[in-house]
Structure formats: C-alpha cells, structure tokens
C-alpha cells in the first residue's frame, strides 16, 4: 500500500518514478511491453524526434550529446534504457494493468492474469497517443484491400510498387507519405479533411521547437495571426497543389483540438513535385474504392489511416467523470484527479511533450511531498 505505483514505462512514467526515488520515495512502474520505451519501439523506421535533443531530455540525465540533434528513435530507446538503469528505476515488464477501481484506502489495480495490487497513490503515465484510432467509414467492411493505422507501419517495404492512399495530414501521415514516395511505391496520396499547418523544422539553425515556445505564450490572435504570416513567408503556396490555407488559427486549434503543427521533413517537396498528391477527405468504401469528400473515387491497394490515438484511459477506470469527451483526465500534469491518483503525460503543448512530462514530472513528486 505504501509504494507509489507508476503505470508505464515510458518517458513520462520514467521520469516521475526518478524525481520519486530522488526524494527518498519507494516507487515501482508497471509495464505492460517487454521492456522500457514500448511504444517507442513500435514506431516506424525513419522517425527521428521533432524537437531537439536538448529539449527532449528527461530530468538528471540529458540526452547524450552523440545522439545528435534530431534523436533517432533506436537511440531515443536507448536513451530511456540507460535512464532506467542509472537511477535503478524498478520496472515490472510485461505487467499490463487492465482496470483500475477506487479502494478502502487508495486504488485496487486488476493486472492481466488475475493479480491484484493496492496502493495508496498512483500515477498514471500510460501514454496520450494509446490506442490507434480508425475512424468507422461507411462501407469499410466491404474494403477487400489492405487497411492499416500508421501505428503499424514500419517502412515502405511492403508497399514497393503499391498504389498506397494515407489518411490524415498529420506528423504521422505526412512523414509516411514521404517515406512511401521515397521508398518506391507506385502512386502516393494524402487525404485531407482540415488543412494542416505546415512549418519549417528550423530555419537557419533555429528550430521550430523554440519557436512554439517563446511565441506559444502569446494571446491567442496574436499567435495565430503571426503563425499565418509566417507559413506565407517560409512555405511556398500550396493551394494549386491542392492543400488549402487554415482557416482556423494554429493556437485556436491548439486549444480547441490539442493540435500541434506540422513539421515539414520532406512533404513540402513531395507535394510540389508531385510524389505525393494530396487528395479529399475519404467519405466511405466500396469493396474495391474509396470515395473521396469531393465525389471522387480512387482505388488503392493500401489504405493507411494515420487518424490519430485515444488516451485509453476510459477502458482503464470504472469513473468516467475523471475525463472529458476525448478521454482526456480533466486533472493531470501536476494536481491530484482524486486523493492518491494523478495523470502525468496528457498535455499537448507547443514546446513538446517530452519536455512537458519533464515539467510534469518534477510537480507530481512535489505534490506528492506536498
Ligand atoms: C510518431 C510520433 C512522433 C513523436 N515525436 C515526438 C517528438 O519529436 N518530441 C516529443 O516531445 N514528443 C513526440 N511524440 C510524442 C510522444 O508520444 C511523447 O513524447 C512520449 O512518448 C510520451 O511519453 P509517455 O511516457 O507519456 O507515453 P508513452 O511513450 O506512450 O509510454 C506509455 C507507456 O505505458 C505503457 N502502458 C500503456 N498502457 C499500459 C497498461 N494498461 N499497463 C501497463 N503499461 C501500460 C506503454 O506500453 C508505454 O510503455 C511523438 C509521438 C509519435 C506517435
């Protein structure tokens, strides 16, 4: 009952299990993966962080230096391994958690076999992007091609010579478009429902990282306003290719849709020189098409739904007024949900959610001293 119990072993869990033990607190993580960094094990190939290295390092141990400036997803890996391992975080692998309830005094987690656990206090790190989401279109169970999330693709092997239609203009989708144009399929198309906005990775050495998070904090139509005049002057006009300017600001869709921008690592290019072709959104299947928003029809082999992940959390906990609509916790990042229960890991910032679950870090443990 005693022992602080984490759930997952990822950045976020790994983080706040170190600042816990800093203090002197006994704490253990359950993991369901077979190790550290699961879902960052799962993810494709060429991914390499969005933010840099600097800015991305957990607390009391920076990412090393040789891991370079955009970490690689094999060294980010590593990364977390080494910082379990240097501050002797204990890590319970191959533990899923499959409910959580409220106890006499504390929270009774059910683990995947029949075990039960008690603790008194629980921190919940399970990840915001949890559960690959794949919207349910009219007619998909007809689709006879292939249909898989973007959590599932790994490289543009198996797509060599495929006609392959992505779903979504999001990090995800757009970097995959890149890498299934660069890495010979036969056609590419990115399906589009809300324009995405598009910025540069850096500009002359400065990344947009930091941008997001100096100009982050300004009001609203400010930033909005100023992030429109931005993407005039460093993107070319993409509307002739057939991806429409925002009509909703980037920080108004910051905070109505936890958005982040688009960082450009090679779709602008594709774009322009037609490798890629951005198309409508999808309205629905037949069993050998897909029908576009604008009346259209296509026939890929491959459909890739890089539509976006729920939090899982609403299949976790008998309580569902712990979270919004969106299965978001309505408390997390620091306060307490319920006496003995936090959130760490569920804020979608400008500045990066590595560097949030550092930030969050630090406010459980001192909450929980507190
Ligand atoms: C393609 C992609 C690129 C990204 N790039 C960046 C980037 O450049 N910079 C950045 O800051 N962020 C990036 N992110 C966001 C990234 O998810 C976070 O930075 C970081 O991984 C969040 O760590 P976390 O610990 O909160 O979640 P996760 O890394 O998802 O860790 C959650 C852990 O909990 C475990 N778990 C889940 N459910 C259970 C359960 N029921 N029982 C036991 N264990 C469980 C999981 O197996 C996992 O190990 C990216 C995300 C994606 C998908």
């Known amino acids: ?47 390499h962080l969005h933010t840099i290295r600097s800015l991305s390092g957990l ?12 970490v690689g997803r094999d060294d980010l890996v590593r990364y ?12 319970r692998t191959g533990t899923p958690v499959e409910r959580v309830k409220p106890g006499a005094d504390g929270w ?22 949890h559960t690959p989401v794949v919207p349910q279109w009219p007619g998909q169970e007809k689709w006879t091609g292939t249909l898989l999330h973007s959590a599932d693709y790994r490289n543009p092997e198996p797509f060599r010579g495929k006609d392959v239609l992505v779903v979504g203009p999001g990090n995800s989708g757009s970097e995959i478009a890149t890498d299934l144009a660069e890495g010979g399929a036969s056609a590419v198309r990115l399906a589009i429902r809300t324009p995405p906005h598009i910025v540069r990775r850096e500009t002359a050495g400065w990344p947009a990282q930091m941008n997001g998070l100096l100009l982050g904090r300004l009001p609203e139509p400010a930033l909005n306003t100023l992030s429109a005049a931005m993407a005039r002057l460093e993107m070319p006009d993409l509307r002739r290719y057939g991806i429409a300017r925002p009509s909703e600001g980037l920080k108004t869709r910051l905070r109505t849709h936890r958005y982040v ?12 020189a037609g490798r890629v072709r951005p198309v409508a959104a999808v309205e629905g299947f037949t069993e050998d098409s897909v029908r576009l928003a604008d009346g259209s029809t296509l026939r890929p082999d491959v459909v890739i739904a890089a539509t976006g992940y729920g939090t899982g959390l609403r299949e976790l906990f008998d309580d569902p007024s712990l979270f919004d609509e969106t299965g978001v916790p309505l408390v997390h990042g620091g306060a307490p949900a319920r006496p003995g229960l936090f959130f760490v890991g569920y ?6 959610m590595l560097r949030q679950v550092a ?8 909450a929980y001293r507190g």
Not at 2 to 9: C, M, R, S, Y
Not at 22 to 38: I, K, Q, S, Y
Not at 80 to 91: K, M, N, P, S
């Open 59 to 70: 607390p009391g141990f920076p990412i090393p230096r040789r891991y370079g400036r955009w």
């Open 108 to 129: 009774t987690l059910q683990i995947g076999g029949g075990t039960e656990l008690s603790t008194r206090t629980l921190i919940v790190a399970t990840g915001y992007l």
């Open 359 to 366: 930030i969050e870090s630090r406010r459980v443990a001192r």
């Open 1 to 47: 009952m005693d022992q602080v119990i984490v759930l997952g072993a990822g950045a976020a869990g790994l983080a706040v299990a170190r600042q816990l033990k800093a203090r002197g607190v006994d704490c253990v993580v359950l993991e369901r993966g077979p190790g550290v960094a699961t879902s960052w094990r799962g993810r494709y190939d060429r991914l």
């Open 347 to 352: 804020d979608v910032t400008l500045g990066g």
């Open 80 to 91: 977390l391994e080494t910082y379990a391992e240097r501050f002797g975080i204990d890590v």
């Open 261 to 272: 921008p688009v960082q450009d690592v090679g779709i602008v290019r594709d774009v322009v």
